[in-house]
């Protein structure tokens, strides 16, 4: 009999829930937003239905387990997440969805960071194929990162190793959710791109944004942003070459650190990484050591939005 993997991506803003068999191929899913603005109680019991619902497509008895990603820090020994800065509201910090959703579906549980898993599905069945070291973002509402290093996940001391989003590439910079100023991902996420388009539009700057938004600056999102890049809004067109600039001062650090065959992006940016590339290939250019100028590791996700889920 082939066994079935239960697998959910939490996000901060989209939750997708899969039936995947051994091979990696999705047999049933679900998407829906993740609202966690409802409260950790309301997001919770929202999973726990979509991950019953598909469920109820297979056999009970063909289901080895759920897997779980989540956009948060979390324990590898309890299963805690960890001050979760895309998961906004009480109640998440220290709360293990693993033991409630063992006691909810009956199922054993396994969960990780999002972007961790997203290194290890990228690894095994996407860009990364064939690279023993390799760097997997995805920028999205946040940035994180999981480390291919000798073949293996790099997990770190107690297992929070990736982070990548939260290194700092300016200690001037604006206060990220984590708590600190100057976070990658504050200053380079599809957030960070509505955020920016927000203060610039209110400021008075013209743009097509403001027509496409009905005039309300605060409903602009970077999909918005670029689309309009793309049809030439000069604003826009900015916007993504300080999104792009900043993701390449974030990404020399990384290839100074790991010294990686490839970066794979993922996440609701990668959509855009033709637009963005030329920024960060410049960087790379202008502040990578000298013998790591040549390189071109940059590479779109093959995984898309499933990347997590496998």
């Known amino acids: 009999m082939t066994l079935l993997a239960l697998v959910a991506d939490m996000g901060g803003t989209n939750t997708r829930v899969a039936l995947v068999d051994e091979t990696g191929s999705i047999l049933h899913r679900r998407s829906e937003r993740t609202r966690a603005d409802a409260g950790r109680d309301a997001v919770m019991k929202r999973l726990a239905e979509a991950l019953e619902e598909v469920a109820s497509t297979a056999e009970a008895s063909s289901i080895a387990g759920v897997g779980l990603s989540v956009a948060s820090p979390v324990d590898p020994a309890t299963g805690e997440m960890y001050n979760p800065p895309n998961l906004h509201g009480e109640g998440w910090h220290l709360f293990s ?12 549980v396994s969960l990780a960071n999002d972007a961790t898993l997203g290194a290890m599905g990228e690894h095994a069945f996407g860009a990364g194929r064939g690279s023993d070291n390799m760097i997997y973002m ?19 001391y107690k297992g929070f190793a990736g982070e990548i989003g939260h290194i700092t590439i300016d200690r001037n910079g604006p206060t990220c959710n984590c708590g600190n100023v100057g976070c990658l991902e ?24 403001l027509e496409t938004a009905e005039g309300n600056t605060s409903a602009v999102d970077a999909r918005m942003v670029a689309d309009a890049a793309k049809a030439g809004d000069s604003l826009a067109q900015s916007l993504m070459h300080e999104v792009a600039t900043n993701l390449g001062v974030g990404i020399v650090s990384l290839m100074h650190v ?53």
């Open 138 to 156: 995805t920028v999205s509402t946040g940035i994180g990162g999981g480390v291919i290093v000798d073949g293996r996940l790099y997990t770190g």
């Open 186 to 209: 504050v200053m380079a996420s599809g957030t960070a791109v509505a955020r920016m388009a927000h203060e610039r539009l209110s400021a008075g700057e013209a743009s097509s944004l």
């Open 258 to 310: 790991f010294d990686p065959e490839l970066i794979v992006i993922g996440g609701g940016m990668s959509q855009n990484l033709d637009m963005l590339l030329p920024d960060i290939d410049r960087e790379i250019q202008r502040h990578a050591m000298a013998h790591l100028r040549d390189r071109r590791p940059v590479v779109k996700s093959e995984l898309g939005d499933d990347v997590s889920l496998l």
């Open 97 to 108: 969805p693993k033991s409630y959703l063992q006691d909810r579906l009956g199922f054993p």
